[in-house]
């Protein structure tokens, strides 16, 4: 394969740049472009050496040091160099330039990680950990793709294959030596395993709700008439020690969105302008907008003030969120409190119902706990089970699903073994397609199309 080359670290300047090179002709560029400091020192993997990259007319371009990683031990399984530049963009360019200059090709996004696939050392689903690996948001997320990314899927998947395997091998025994064991005998033990080993696809489909939400977030809107509280509480939330990845304002009258981070789940907060009745066209169309934010976000938090006999305009918001996943806070329990609001809110609806103070921060740990529960994030088990994160696999987790009901069909029917082995041998080919041992090029072209450049 050709030896390619790219740019490893993010544009802009930092304190160091990396230029990566891979293939064959890997070592035989860097001598013609590097001058090491030492130069009897011979090329050895997994060491470092200290010099300057040259330019055709020996100017030094950079001072750098270069990294060596030989075939079978290296991140593609071939050949690799890492160039170690100073950060500039102009000296990672011309660095890169040179290797251009002297044999190398420019990498296409994704290619280094593609051939470590295409060269064995990962399969499909670890190649693909390491684009979510890139792209996490939280912790937990980060935890799941790392994962993933040491085989968590191969594992899961390899174990279920290897089943199958011993239950083909069954099938064809049989067929070559019908006396030794009774076709009804076969049947049973194949079926037991047909079962076991759909319910552990089950169980890895159905980890995807919790993968979907540690991957994309919940969309929470806060809504509630003004002065109940709406910002106090986003600032409280905001203030305390949680990521915030972005924050994009809008006008007063508007809605905030904040990405924020509760117990390890990414969340995108919306505080919405107060929804209540209004005569001002500006106004109107804030409201018409918070009501648009409430019915598209997953979680609404209806918010309202406890030191106030709860009014038509509260009683139009507990009607909005009565038939959607709510959570509603009454606020401002330090001042005196209306107890009969309890009995009003639950006259509309039964979602659960918090006292807090926003101001105080008071009450907001059992609203993170109530949350967390609410979309079962308290029962995933990040460290010891595998939670699916990307779509592609769990579609072909659900097509395997769908397979192995197939096979167990065919003995509730009494169909001939080879029939049996046909859909064996589906249930095997749609999990390969996860592993990329059985996938089409157009597949694996998409998949490493996303990944970013020198990658
Ligand atoms: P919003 O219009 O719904 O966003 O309400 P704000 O967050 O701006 O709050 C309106 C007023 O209520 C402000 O004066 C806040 O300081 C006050 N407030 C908010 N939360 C509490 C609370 O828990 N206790 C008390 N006593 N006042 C609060």
Redesign the pocket.
């Known amino acids: 394969m050709e030896t390619i080359a790219a740019i490893a670290t993010a544009p802009g300047n930092s304190s160091i740049g990396i230029v990566r090179l891979s293939g064959d002709k890997s070592f035989e560029i860097i001598k013609k472009i590097f001058l090491p400091k030492n130069p009897n020192r011979k090329i050895k993997g997994y060491t470092m050496q200290y010099g300057n990259i040259i330019d055709e007319n020996k100017n030094i371009v950079d001072e750098v040091l270069v990294s060596f990683f030989k075939e079978n031990s290296s991140y593609t399984m071939e050949d690799m160099c890492e160039i170690n530049t100073h950060g500039g963009m102009v000296i990672i360019n011309k660095v890169l330039e040179e290797c251009l200059k002297n044999g190398a090709r420019l990498a296409e996004p994704g290619e280094f990680t593609k051939r470590a696939f295409l060269n064995g050392r990962i399969d499909l689903s670890q190649a693909e950990a390491i684009i979510e690996l890139i792209n996490s948001k939280t912790d937990k997320e980060a935890k799941v793709s790392v994962k993933q990314l040491n085989g968590s899927i191969l594992n899961d998947i390899s174990n279920i294959k290897n089943e199958l395997l011993g239950v083909m091998a069954d099938i064809e025994a049989n067929i070559d030596y019908p006396e030794y064991e009774t076709e009804e005998i076969i049947n049973e033990k194949i079926y037991e395993i047909l079962k076991i080993n759909k319910n552990k696809l089950l169980k890895l489909s159905n980890s995807f709700d919790s993968g979907k939400i540690l991957k994309e977030g919940i969309r929470i809107a806060i809504i ?12 409280t939330i905001l203030k305390e020690d949680r990521a915030i990845v972005s924050d994009i304002e809008g006008t007063t009258r508007d809605s905030i969105e904040e990405d924020i981070s509760i117990k390890g789940i990414p969340i995108r907060i919306v ?1 919405t302008a ?1 929804i209540r009745e209004t005569s001002d066209t500006i106004e109107a169309i804030g409201v018409a907008r918070s009501l648009n934010i409430s019915e598209e976000a997953d979680l609404n938090i209806a ?1 309202f ?1 406890n ?1 106030k006999i709860l009014d038509n305009q509260d009683k139009m918001i507990l009607e909005n969120i009565k038939n959607k996943k709510s959570i509603i806070l009454l ?5 005196n409190e209306v107890d009969e609001n309890i009995n009003i809110i639950k006259k509309y609806c039964d979602h659960e119902i918090l006292k ?5 921060n ?1 009450g907001l740990e059992k609203l993170y706990d109530l949350i967390e529960e609410m979309f079962n994030m308290n029962i995933i088990d990040v460290d010891d089970s595998t939670i699916l994160t990307n779509i592609r696999h769990k579609n072909q987790i659900d097509k395997a699903i769908i397979s192995a009901d197939r096979a167990m069909q065919t003995i509730n029917n009494n169909l001939p073994m080879d029939i049996l082995a046909i859909e064996i041998k589906q249930i095997m080919q749609d999990l390969a397609e996860i592993t990329g041992e059985n996938v089409s090029e157009d597949i694996i072209n998409e998949i490493f199309s996303k990944f970013c450049l020198g990658k």
């Open positions: 509630g008439k003004p002065n109940v509280g709406k910002s106090s509480l986003l600032n505080d107060g918010i003030d030191s606020n401002k329990t330090d001042l807090i103070s926003a101001k105080n008071i």
